[in-house]
């Protein structure tokens, strides 16, 4: 089992950076895909991006793509994304999940341990 905790959020003006984290507990954090999700204020939770194990590979959701980098540290046992060019409509929930999953996948319903969220908000 793993246990998920984010931590970075905050408000911040358009354009600007935040950098998320994820803390994973429990010594298996390297055999799981990761992934971070959003919900943006009345709208249902979207896929943002995802990585490998062994943090070779990543996808990301078109909406983020080239702003957003995903990374992980697997000796900390820790998670990223650093967000960049930040616009109002990045403003949500955003959560860390993990995945047994070896494929890529943007599927809520695929990841089986959920972080509690840490909200984002950019001011316009």
């Known amino acids: 089992q793993v246990q998920l905790v984010e931590s970075g959020g905050g408000l911040v003006q358009a354009g600007g950076s935040l950098r998320l984290s994820c803390a994973a507990s429990g010594r298996t954090f390297s055999s799981y895909r990761m992934g971070w999700f959003r919900q943006p204020p009345g709208k249902e939770r979207e896929f943002v991006a995802t990585i490998s194990t062994s943090g070779g590979s990543t996808y990301y959701a078109n909406s983020v793509k080239g702003r957003f980098i995903i990374s992980r540290n697997n000796a900390k046992n820790t998670l990223f994304l650093q967000m960049n060019g930040l616009k109002p409509e990045d403003t949500a929930v955003y959560y860390c999940?993990?995945?047994?999953?070896?494929?890529?996948?943007?599927?809520?319903?695929?990841?089986?341990?959920w972080g509690q969220g840490t909200q984002v908000t950019v001011s316009s």
């Open positions: 999940a993990a995945t047994p999953s070896a494929r890529a996948t943007m599927v809520l319903g695929d990841y089986d341990y």
